[in-house]
């Protein structure tokens, strides 16, 4: 007999608000955080960059969540990921001080790691050798690093690890933790993704597989999911933690229950570097899987954030994928991508849409998906078009779909019988 | 010296976020000054850039103190 797990705390850090509530209301409210790229100038190389808009997370400080002095020794991609832990330790009211930290684990993906930190290293390295590379370059730089930091900064003691799994990175952490608890391997997850990548090695990276949208004029509607104009993704960044914990623990300790977790689910395409499976079959089977892991009917979801990136390719495939789990259901349950607004923040998606899976059953409503003009024959569901709308939810789902076929799905649902 | 000892005690404070009443020349970068091993790599690397020179790496073993650092560069740029 497994243990039930619930959701009790939420912290983020995203290109919409650097904490839960400013992020929340901006998702209701159907705000983009696109812009022109502002953390470095596209027009200082040898060609032009084809995209030169982001996501980015504005005004970020670290220094209420890290000492000034531990800053310096973190990429920015473990500061997101230690801010929006400590945030949410601080939402689920979970006093470090009186847990037994030997129960308390952290499992936090990250999908490229410390990119800002290669880059600048690789560039010290060519022009003044190898005895000017950081000594904390390896530690900065490497995936696992955010959740090492936050355990070393909270004092989580139990178990701790890491997905890297491009896009999937923050679902299959979060997934991975909730079977920790299940199996009764600790009492509490500190979970999520984090990525930082808008950085000019991974726009070229991007810009040449031309996943990215070149909507350059007109940011804010560039991250269009499922509408026909749709030309690619728009690169987000930031962090979106949950706390989890048995229901058990969570029920001795007076927590405030936001949701519980229910599914995960996760599949190969076993296809290709970059391009979904035919059809989005690597996905629809994740979904089923994790359908079948929750126990629950198809007919009982109400709500799936989507992948949704804005690709030609992805939102086709992920548009049949839950025609193929669902049947005629897909029809009537909702759909929408906060990627419309959010942009991709890749191993930090699955973190930051977790967190709107919980919300939505919360507050019994569900965010937009922004800039939808167009119809698509190929995308043919209710993807809440343009304005949030209030819903029963009292089941929703989350797929994260990664670069090499990585394919991940978590199901969340309304606190009933405790 | 005294010029010296500013500046490496700029540094100090800096990387290690300590105050400066506590750079003391008979502080020990570690134990009184919180340094790691690799807080003492990379303020080596600090403090070549800033005096243009480079510590061997059998010198920089034996820097223990701030008044170790300060002589170091005091003889070499001397």
């Avoid at chain 1, 190389?45 to 996501?55: G, S």
């Avoid at chain 1, 308390?104 to 490229?112: A, K």
């Amino acid at each position: 007999m497994s243990n039930r797990v619930v959701v009790t705390g939420l912290g983020a850090v995203s290109p919409i608000g650097n904490d839960l509530s400013t992020f929340w209301d901006n998702l209701l409210a159907g705000k983009s955080g696109a812009g022109p790229l502002t953390r470095f100038d596209p027009d200082s190389f040898p060609t032009p960059f084809t995209t030169r808009i982001a996501a980015e997370v504005k005004d970020f400080d670290p220094l209420p969540f890290i000492d000034k002095k531990e800053v310096r020794k973190m990429d920015i991609f473990i500061q997101y990921a230690v801010a929006a832990a400590k945030m949410a330790i601080e939402h689920a009211k979970l006093d470090m001080e009186k847990e037994d930290l030997d129960e308390v684990g952290v499992y936090i993906g990250s999908g490229i790691g410390g990119m800002n930190t290669i880059e600048a290293n690789a560039q010290i390295l060519h022009e003044r050798g190898p005895k000017r590379v950081s000594p904390f370059f390896i530690p900065m730089l490497i995936a696992n690093m955010a959740s090492g930091q936050v355990s070393i900064l909270t004092g989580a003691k139990g178990p701790n690890s890491a997905s890297v799994t491009a896009c999937a990175s923050g679902t299959h952490s979060i997934g991975e933790a909730f079977r920790i608890l299940q199996r009764g391997e600790a009492s509490v997850m500190i979970t999520g993704g984090t990525e930082a990548t808008v950085t000019p090695l991974s726009f070229a990276g991007f810009c040449s597989a031309h996943a990215m949208s070149t909507r350059n004029d007109d940011p804010e509607h560039a991250s269009r999911p499922f509408d026909k104009e749709r030309d690619g993704f728009v690169m987000g960044e930031g962090a979106g933690i949950l706390v989890l914990e048995t229901l058990d623990h969570a029920l001795a300790r007076g927590a405030n229950i936001i949701a519980e977790m229910v599914g995960y689910g996760m599949t190969a395409d076993a296809h290709h570097l970059t391009a979904p499976a035919p059809e989005g079959e690597g996905a629809r089977r994740s979904m089923i899987r994790a359908l079948k892991d929750a126990n629950l009917e198809p007919t009982e979801v109400d709500y799936i954030n989507a992948h949704g990136t804005s690709t030609d390719l992805n939102d086709k495939f992920e548009t049949m994928a839950i025609k193929g789990a669902f049947g005629n259901h897909a029809y009537k349950l909702a759909v929408s991508s906060t990627k419309s607004m959010t942009g991709h923040l890749l191993g930090a998606a699955g973190g930051i849409e977790a967190i709107v899976l919980a919300k939505s059953i919360q507050d019994q409503v569900i965010p937009a998906t922004i800039n939808y003009e167009f119809p698509d024959p190929d995308c043919d569901l209710d993807y809440v078009p343009n304005e949030a709308r209030k819903a029963n939810v009292r089941v929703a789902l989350s797929n994260s779909l990664g670069f090499g076929g990585h394919n991940a799905t978590i199901i969340m649902k309304a606190v009933e019988e405790v | 010296m005294a010029d010296t000892l500013e500046r490496v005690t700029q540094i100090i404070v800096e990387r290690l976020d300590v105050e400066a009443d506590e750079v003391t020349l008979e502080a020990s970068i570690k134990e009184d000054l919180g340094a790691d091993s690799l807080d003492v790599v990379d303020l080596i690397m600090e403090l070549e850039d800033e005096f243009n020179l480079t510590i061997e790496e059998e010198d920089a073993e034996k820097i223990n103190t701030v008044g170790d650092i300060v002589n170091y560069i005091s003889a070499k740029v001397s």
